[in-house]
């Protein structure tokens, strides 16, 4: 009892953690860090794969790893114990403090003082006198084993490296991990009263021995302990700030503010039951179903084929697993199959799916909401991250989806839960996340709590599509990326159709750069699943006849026209097949040569023409994916003929289907891609006309090699090249696939010259390889080594695309006709209308993205604010029009944004 009393005497007490403003009601710090602790005590409980992560380096047992974690979790506000922090809300300080000196500290120095990396300041300069000063009261023999030897040139001992990731990681839990050689120096201004220097010191050193007997000694450890190694310093850092916010939710429920003193041990304990309960209703925790194979994720009357036939066979370790398969093999549900199994195995407990772009990411949510009810019990909670995600009605309306509907009947639905989707930073903490690329290259880079990403994916399973699809900068991210996976304990899979034999070896040597891959001069099967399980080792499935694809040979038709234009010939040939009731997809580069043929044709046919690319409005272009996918999805009727002239954004991912395709040249990856819109739909064979039962591609390529806007666009002219030259050699023969997928690709993409290549062909690569590849290569690095030594961007749409996509990303407008009310917007809005909480959202269905070589035209004509250039238009029936020196700009809902010269 008098120990009782002794602790609650204790200096910690005279400090306050949460305040209301006024300082009306406050909420002791101590407790404040133990509801934390108390949510991250829970948690650790229900999450094995957080014991994992945790655990599987270190050679203690799992309770003292969790007595650790806790330890370092309580101590992440220990910057709280400083005047200059109390004296934020001055009011609540004064009723803790009864003995006050006079003191200079101005408004400044509380106002400019940061708990976070303070904290750490202190933790650094205090190690000494408060960790140190246990280990150098014991025994000789304890010493030695502790290895306290000075290090020369260094005022630390070895123990400090040691501890240091761990105060680093939680010192950052405000949104950087700053390092310790890099922090700002915190020490209090020299007229500042001794009696608070020495107090909340004294304090600081009470607090870490009180942690000590509540997390430590019961689990047999002290300070004079060595912490575990921690490999993935964002997985705690991660960890530690979603605890912080699920601890800080204090209200008459739960976590309620206390302002007297108690016993710490007990409280904690009581904590408990709150905690479990805020987790819960956080929708973090979900309950995986048992897995029953990958039957339960196909369509009725549907088996597993192909590569879904061996999901059963791969490793259940954690590891890399990257599957190459043909489009429309079933690479979507083998890859959902094993995460499933993984989840099964207590190794991960979500799913991150992530896809090059965001009509991709919008049309996986609609798949995965109706498969993730097989995966998952109670209501599993779905999120979809993009720049736009906030505005797909499908997402919307499982954000609105009532939790009160549990028990009216027994269908399954899935939702997203209140808390997951008020923020972009906990898009990858539900049970299944959707999302573009970029959310996740953002985990390694330098934005504000990109830890919280890193930590989600490092529970989860992280699914990435279309691994071929991104440059040489975006592939030096993903490699970190998977290097923080892999530390972290964490799984991924990778998903393509075409990845050259460089890609997979840079890939695999990510995860395990010790790994030895077979020689390139000899080509692997395909399909090909290869895994690096967590052990050292690298294993590539092979396939019997009956799990191999069917062969589908496609005819290609190379036509040779100047820069690729499409002749008078064949532009007749498309109106007349369409006419006749055909359905045909032309594919451009370039958005202005597509509109221009949009314009040409829909003026010469009564077909349906529909134009698809990127140079629309969000509102336009939702729209226009809808029609697309009513017109030519999978459960699309066949009434007439149509079509489609698009750019590339139709390529990757979209499960649509043509009869007949018409294409620009581009490189033999994404030929691939588009070729596998090709009579993608077998169901759809017995209605199309008799005149393309055979899949057919007609293929322009430019009649010298002057590769013009198109070489900007893919600037590896060479494989440019050696497309055309394969495709020229076939001469009347089918390309056969899948065999196609994998000869072709590794040749087309051999870093061997062939020998036959033009000279000027040559040399243009070279200068790809010094002039673009290798700068690409080195601005990742660069912003990969930026990442904890500069204050990190604003987690927002505008910074995400700059340090995701190496500055080429597009410029942001905003089309507006002035009128009394003010500019009206695109979707008839005015904005000077708008109440201000309203003015993001109607940016983001108004804008238009627009090529970066536009900025010298757009800063002489337009108004910028904010990164956005305001682009003032006149309207007439036809549409929005404006005049920019020599350039015309048009805008309709029908052609997006177009540029005359």
């Known amino acids: 009892m ?26 002791l710090l101590p407790y404040h860090c133990l509801d934390v602790a108390a949510v991250a005590s829970v948690w650790w409980e229900m999450s094995p794969s957080i014991r994992k992560a945790f655990c599987t380096l270190s050679e203690l047992n799992s309770e003292q790893v969790r007595g650790w ?152 450890l002290s300070l004079n302990s060595r912490p575990p190694l921690l490999s993935a310093i964002s997985f705690m850092a991660g960890f530690c700030s979603v605890v912080d916010w699920l601890g800080s939710a204090n209200s008459a ?23 479990r309960y805020v987790l819960e209703i956080s929708g973090l925790i979900g309950k995986r179903k048992v897995y029953s194979g990958v039957q339960a994720l196909l369509k009725d009357n549907h088996s597993p084929h192909q590569i879904q036939t061996i999901i059963d066979d791969l490793s259940c370790l954690p590891g890399l697993t990257i599957i190459e398969a043909p489009t429309g093999s079933g690479k979507t549900e083998a890859a959902l199959a094993y995460a499933w199994r993984i989840i099964n195995h207590n190794i991960a407990e979500s799913i991150v799916f992530a896809l090059p772009t965001q009509a991709t990411a919008n049309a996986m949510l609609g798949r995965l909401e109706n498969l993730s009810t097989r995966l998952f019990e109670n209501h599993p ?119 050259p ?52 040979s496609v005819w290609i038709d190379p036509v040779i026209s100047r820069d690729c234009i499409l002749t008078p010939e064949l532009k007749q040939l498309i109106i007349s097949a369409a006419e006749n009731g055909a359905q045909i997809a ?32 969000l509102k336009d272009r939702q729209d226009i994916e809808k029609t697309l996918i009513a017109q030519y999805g999978d459960k699309a009727e066949r009434s007439a003929g149509s079509i489609l002239i698009s750019t590339q954004v139709v390529e990757q991912s979209l499960d649509v ?94 870093e061997k010259p062939w020998g036959n290549e033009p000279l000027e062909v040559e040399e243009q690569y070279q200068n790809f390889i010094d002039n673009h590849q290798y700068v690409q290569k080195l601005a990742a690095q660069l912003m990969l080594n930026s990442t904890r030594n500069m204050i990190p961007y604003p987690d927002d749409d505008h910074h995400i695309a700059a340090v995701t996509r190496d500055g080429q990303m597009s410029l942001t407008m905003v089309p507006f006709v002035q009128t009394p009310k003010g500019p009206k917007l695109r979707d008839n809005s005015f904005w000077d209308q708008l109440q201000k909480e309203n003015r993001y959202e109607a940016l983001a269905m108004n804008k238009v993205g627009v090529p970066h070589t536009w900025r010298n035209t757009l800063d002489k004509f337009c108004r910028q604010e ?3 250039y305001w682009l003032k238009m006149d309207e007439n029936e036809d549409g929005w029009h404006s005049r920019l020196g020599t350039w015309d700009l048009r805008y309709n809902k029908h052609t997006g944004l177009e540029r005359i010269k």
Not at 429 to 450: A, E, Y
Not at 590 to 602: G, M, P, R, S, T
Not at 662 to 679: A, E, Y
Not at 723 to 733: F, G, H, M, P, V
């Open 2 to 27: 008098q120990t009782e009393q002794i602790e609650t005497e204790a200096s910690y007490f005279k400090y306050w953690g949460k305040a209301a403003k006024d300082g009306s009601s406050y909420h």
């Open 69 to 220: 974690v806790l330890f370092f979790i309580t101590l992440h506000d220990i910057g709280k114990f400083d005047i200059r922090f109390q004296q934020k809300v001055k009011p609540a300080w004064e009723r803790l403090r009864e003995e006050r000196y006079p003191s200079r500290l101005s408004i400044y120095d509380s106002k400019n003082y940061f708990h976070g990396p303070a904290g750490l300041y202190w933790l650094d300069h205090e190690f000494e006198q408060v960790i140190l000063e246990e280990v150098q009261t014991n025994s000789i023999d304890d010493r030695a084993f502790f290895d306290i030897g000075w290090e020369e040139g260094s005022k630390k001992s070895s123990a400090w490296k040691e501890w240091k990731p761990w105060f680093e990681s939680v010192a950052g839990h405000h949104g950087h991990i700053v390092s310790a050689e890099n922090n700002l120096q915190y020490q209090l201004p020299s007229d500042c009263p001794a009696q608070y220097v020495s107090h909340d010191k004294e304090t600081r050193k009470a607090w870490i021995k009180k942690l000590e007997l509540i997390f430590l000694k019961p689990v047999g």
């Open 253 to 275: 429920e739960h976590f309620c503010f206390l302002q007297t003193s108690s016993n710490l041990i007990r409280y904690f304990e009581d904590r408990h039951d709150e905690a």
């Open 381 to 499: 909670n779905l999120l979809l991250a993009h720049g736009n995600a906030r505005f797909n009605e499908d997402f919307i309306k499982l954000c609105n989806t009532d939790p009160s509907r549990q028990g009216e009947d027994d269908e399954a639905w899935a939702q997203c839960s209140t808390w997951l989707s008020q923020s972009r930073k906990r898009a990858f903490l539900g049970q299944i996340g959707i999302c573009t690329i970029d959310q996740v290259l953002t985990s390694v880079l330098p934005v504000r709590h990109r830890f919280i990403r890193g930590f989600g994916l490092g529970r989860s399973v992280l699914i990435v599509d279309e691994v071929h699809a991104y440059d040489t900068y975006m592939y030096g991210l993903l490699k970190a990326v998977l290097e923080e996976q892999k530390a972290s304990g964490g799984s991924a899979v990778l998903l393509s159709a075409t990845l």
């Open 501 to 552: 034999h460089y890609q997979r070896k840079e890939l695999l040597q990510a995860w395990d750069k010790d790994i030895l891959i077979h020689n390139s001069s000899e080509i692997p099967q395909y399909p090909l699943i290869s895994q690096i399980p967590s052990h050292p080792s690298h294993e590539e499935f092979q396939f019997v006849p009956k799990q191999l694809p069917p062969e589908k």
């Open 586 to 617: 032309l594919i451009c580069n370039l958005v202005d040569v597509a509109q221009q043929l949009f314009k040409e044709i829909k003026a010469e046919t009564k077909s349906p023409v529909l134009l698809f690319h990127s140079r629309f409005t």
């Open 657 to 750: 289907d043509f009869d007949w395709m018409i294409t620009q040249l581009c490189p033999i990856d994404l030929l691939f891609q588009r070729l596998g819109r090709l009579h993608r739909h077998s169901h759809k064979n017995g209605s199309r006309l008799e005149s393309f039962q055979i899949p057919r591609c007609s293929v322009l390529i430019p009649d010298d090699l002057d590769y013009g806007l198109h070489g900007l666009i893919y600037p590896n002219t060479r494989v440019m090249w050696r497309t055309a030259y394969k495709i020229e050699q076939l001469k009347d023969q089918p390309l056969v696939f899948p065999g196609a997928y994998r000869d072709w690709v590794e040749s087309v993409y051999h």
């Open 866 to 868: 904010d990164g956005i």
